[in-house]
């Protein structure tokens, strides 16, 4: 496929971009034992590419160990120590990123993530099998939730990032915010984790 270029004297190596071609994808690592780990590690790259201080490949080691070791990411509890004693290394990097528990109805916090526009979201713990009623296995399992594009030409919305889907039901890691999401939280009694950028209004 050629490229579009654009034509000028002495411009000939001028490519034009589409608007889609400067995004950055952000990526949902999938595991079955650091759920939260993995929808935190996401929520704070998504937080931090929205207020444009995300350099991906370069910070990278600071969200590893959220999604590959339990100690750090396999479980809400284990996101929020690994947050309160990371906090002090994000900010010297330039992330000013705020986290805060609460236990808050489904609703609040999804109208709250939603008047962020991409600043703000929420790592919910939720029950694996009313999320995904087909599969069999049970998962200490978490989700995030944010502003973001579901496919890359796409209107900002409100998604949920599962950072596992399961196996047998064909469900994306990235989808609209589904009506069960309430149910399945409130069996944590509706705890969940905010994360912000701090000094956004």
């Excluded at 002090?88 to 993530?113: H, S």
């Amino acid at each position: 496929m050629a490229e579009s270029r654009l034509r000028s004297p002495g411009d000939d190596d001028v490519v034009l971009e589409r608007p889609q071609d400067s995004r950055v994808a952000i990526p949902v690592f999938h595991t079955q034992t650091q759920c939260a780990g993995s929808a935190a590690a996401y929520l704070l790259r998504r937080i931090a590419y929205r207020a444009g201080a995300y350099a991906p490949g370069i910070q990278e080691y600071v969200f590893f160990e959220l999604s590959n070791h339990a100690v750090a990411g396999g479980s809400i509890d284990a996101v929020q120590r690994w947050f309160g004693a990371k906090v002090g290394d994000l900010q010297e990097m330039g992330y000013r990123l705020n986290a805060r528990r609460v236990a808050e109805p489904t609703p609040t916090i999804l109208e709250w993530v939603k008047e962020g526009r991409g600043f703000r979201g929420a790592l919910i713990p939720t029950n694996f099998r009313k999320l995904h009623p087909a599969e069999s296995e049970d998962v200490m399992h978490a989700v995030a939730v944010a502003v973001d594009r579901l496919e890359p030409g796409a209107d900002e919305q409100l998604v949920m990032v599962d950072p596992w889907p399961g196996v047998a039901n064909g469900a994306r890691d990235k989808t609209t915010v589904p009506p069960v999401l309430e149910s399945a939280h409130r069996d944590y009694k509706f705890n969940a984790i905010i994360f912000y950028w701090a000094g956004w209004s």
